[in-house]
């Protein structure tokens, strides 16, 4: 760097140049470095303040994508209760039928003079009706955590099951394909 000089007039136009004291160089030098001091301090605030952003930003990321799994859940467990529910009145109405439908065989059957017979298929009928009421009472959400405890204990066994159920439904679909069911 060039030392500041300080100049003098002699004469008409003339001057002498004489090297500065040295007062004004340090002036200088305390600007430029209480700028520099400045410029530091607002790059860290910056930093800072980027940092905080980033943070933020993050963590607003993952609340929502925590918020939104929450959301996906809820609606496939609300899917697979309104499911399980639908089933099991299925289910219930099934075996309510078929027990109908003993204990008419049953009346049939005593008509016919066959009483021990009759006897059993009303006992069976009964049985059903029974077990028609345990599915009244069946719970989904504890099926629903026993299934899911049973998936994750037994991956295997469950894949190996889900196989077998895919293949036995494969081969009675295309059995049906094959010899279509006619009307007499």
Do not use: C, W
Request: charged content about 30%.
């Amino acid at each position: 760097m060039r030392k500041p000089q300080r100049n003098e007039t002699i004469g008409e136009g003339a001057t002498i140049a004489r090297p500065s004291d040295g007062s004004n160089e340090q002036t200088m030098k305390n600007a430029v470095d209480a700028k520099v001091t400045k410029a530091g301090e607002m790059a860290s605030d910056v930093r800072a303040s980027l940092s905080d952003a980033a943070s933020d930003l993050g963590s607003s990321v993952a609340k929502h994508a925590e918020k939104a799994s929450e959301d996906v859940l809820n609606r496939a467990m609300d899917g697979a209760r309104a499911t399980a529910e639908q089933g099991k009145n299925r289910t219930q109405e099934m075996v309510y039928s078929i027990s109908r439908a003993l204990e008419a065989g049953s009346k049939s059957l005593e008509e016919d003079g066959m009483s021990g017979t009759a006897g059993y298929v009303r006992a069976a009928g009964k049985g059903l009706e029974n077990a028609a009421s345990e599915v009244d009472g069946l719970d989904p959400d504890n099926l629903t955590h026993r299934l899911e405890t049973f998936v994750r204990e037994r991956p295997v066994v469950t894949v190996g099951i889900l196989a077998f159920a895919g293949f036995a439904l494969a081969s009675t679909l295309k059995s049906a394909r094959r010899h279509p069911v006619r009307d007499s």
